[in-house]
């Protein structure tokens, strides 16, 4: 097993600001770096944004705004929105930079120089907002099948991309690598779809110059799609960069379900062409449901990442982020249900147990972790349980399993608040130091476990506890250590504030 682990998301298209929909992706992909670095593997983290294309051309021109300040702008706001959201990016692709446009250049001479390119004429059915053409049997109903939005009969002269060449090693990728394309149900949705034929795909476009210059000819410019999905690897130095060499082929590439078809057959087809290794897993994740409906800005359900992070926190909109379902699937998302957790979840569970601890402590035990005797069979079963915790959220981390990795941690903690609670130790002297002795080491592996999730919480926590960078572990594994002993912690805090939901509405009522 290589000790390296390259994760990405998919980069983000810079013709609007980030909604709700971005800080999901970017959060969820940051858990998995972090869990990966707790597992003591050396990680890089890519996200970025995807800069060219029609779409962002017509958003640009909107506004009355030059193309490039206009995507300056907007990739800014996604560079901020990770640092809101405590996502811990190593890097951050814009595909207007010259780095990515020089070596998706060389991507595409590669690729014809295989003899994978070849000039030919097209029509089809054309969707503008995807940039895609569709066959007849692909619109549905008439409309485009991704975004079912209206389509335009559109015929053009350009270059192809010789797909068809790939289908058959397409189809032997997936047989042999069953973990290629996650969640199963996404890859039953492609096969479908490959057995009506791979047709060549044209990857020129002529009626507009907000693209990066095709190298064979002047004419044109690469089709946003190879220019986007090459910023994998052009991040990285391809052709002969150090980080390529050290950390391709990736691991996971985190992206939305709508997208699937680009990044497990398309990519993995350019990839074939240019004899480079192909991804371990393309994850398609869920979208998320806003009060049971799906997200758009024609119901004006769109929630803005910066404003929940404005009033309620990182760690709150994190958690119930993660919290809301199984990756695959699509899963609910309000601003109630974030304060329902925050309050419920949050501060009556975790909050309530670490601060009960450090609280005790502060006051009864002169604020230290004291020494501890014997292990009694109640003490002994707490130790287990966070033993059994640790390996199977572990488990389910490496499955990207994490809402239900969360919910272990989460289970850990009200257990602590029940032996707590059964063992009284502010009625009972004799067991009071052995009790908060395993609640303080409980407190330290909680905090362990919980930083790949809400990060922020988890130095909270340390620093009540009086752990600094000197003596932090953040290490998967030492999260079964109860060996903290005699230890002067810091001043307790509650970690989290309950709250109630004030939505806007409300708030211009109120002002009134
Ligand atoms: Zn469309």
């Not at 999901?24 to 597992?39: G, N, P, S, W």
């Not at 983290?45 to 995807?50: A, M, N, Q, R, V």
């Not at 800005?297 to 709150?316: C, I």
């Not at 502010?426 to 052995?434: D, I, K, M, Q, V």
Request: charged share 35%.
């Amino acid at each position: 097993m290589k000790d390296t682990f390259y994760i990405t998301t998919a980069i983000d298209y810079a013709n609007d600001k980030p909604h709700i929909g971005h800080a999901y992706e970017k959060v969820l992909t940051d858990v998995i770096a972090r869990f990966q670095k707790a597992r003591g593997k050396d990680v890089f983290f890519l996200t970025g944004t995807d800069e060219h294309g029609e779409k962002v051309f017509k958003a640009a021109k909107k506004k009355g705004e030059d193309p490039q300040k206009f995507v300056d702008d907007i990739s800014e706001r996604f560079r901020n929105l990770c640092t809101i959201l405590s996502v811990e990016n190593d890097d951050f692709i814009r595909t207007t930079h010259s780095r990515h446009e020089e070596a998706n250049k060389k991507i595409v001479k590669a690729m014809h120089e295989k003899g994978d390119i070849y000039k030919g004429e097209y029509e089809g059915w054309y969707c503008v907002p995807c940039e895609s053409y569709w066959t007849d049997k692909q619109l549905d109903e008439g409309k485009c099948p991704e975004c079912n939005r209206e389509v335009e009969k559109k015929k053009e002269e350009g270059y192809f991309f010789r797909l068809s060449k790939y289908e058959e090693d397409l189809l032997e990728l997936y047989d042999q690598k069953p973990d290629f394309v996650f969640p199963e149900s996404r890859k039953k949705e492609l096969l479908n779809r490959i057995e009506d034929g791979l047709r060549d795909l044209c990857i020129t476009r002529s009626a507009f110059e907000w693209g990066v210059p095709f190298p064979i000819d002047d004419d044109y410019t690469t089709y946003v799609w190879v220019d986007a999905l090459s910023n994998y690897i052009t991040a990285l130095g391809y052709p002969e960069g150090d980080k390529f060499n050290k950390y391709w082929p990736a691991n996971v590439h985190m992206i939305g379900k709508d997208i699937t078809w680009f990044h497990a057959v398309i990519w993995p087809a350019m990839l074939m062409s240019l004899g480079v290794d192909l991804p371990e897993t393309v994850c398609a994740h869920g979208f998320l449901n806003l009060g049971g409906e799906k997200m758009s800005k024609s119901k004006g359900n769109v929630l803005d990442p910066f404003e929940l992070v404005e009033a309620y926190g990182t760690d709150a909109l994190r958690y119930s982020l993660l919290s809301g379902g199984s990756i695959g699937e699509d899963s609910d998302f309000s601003e109630e249900l974030l304060v329902k957790k925050l309050n419920n979840e949050l501060a009556d569970n975790l909050g309530n147990f670490v601060h009960r601890t450090l609280s005790f402590l502060n006051s009864n035990f002169d604020g230290g972790i004291p020494e501890r005797e014997e292990f009694t069979e109640s003490d002994e079963e707490l130790v287990e349980e966070t033993r059994r915790t640790v390996d199977e959220a572990g488990k389910d981390l490496e499955e990207l399993s994490l809402n239900t990795a969360l919910e272990k941690v989460m289970a850990l903690s009200k257990k602590g608040n029940q032996y707590l609670n059964a063992n009284e130790p502010w009625n009972n002297e004799g067991r009071a130091p052995n009790v908060l002795n395993v609640c303080g080491n409980l407190c330290k592996n909680i905090s362990i476990i919980l930083f790949p999730f809400l990060p922020d919480c988890a130095e909270k926590i340390w620093e009540q506890l009086g752990i600094d960078e000197s003596i932090r572990s953040k290490e998967w594994e030492d999260a079964k250590d109860f060996e903290l002993s005699d230890h002067e912690i810091g001043e307790p805090e509650p970690l989290f504030k309950k709250r109630d939901v004030q939505t806007k509405e409300e708030e211009k009522r109120s002002q009134i």
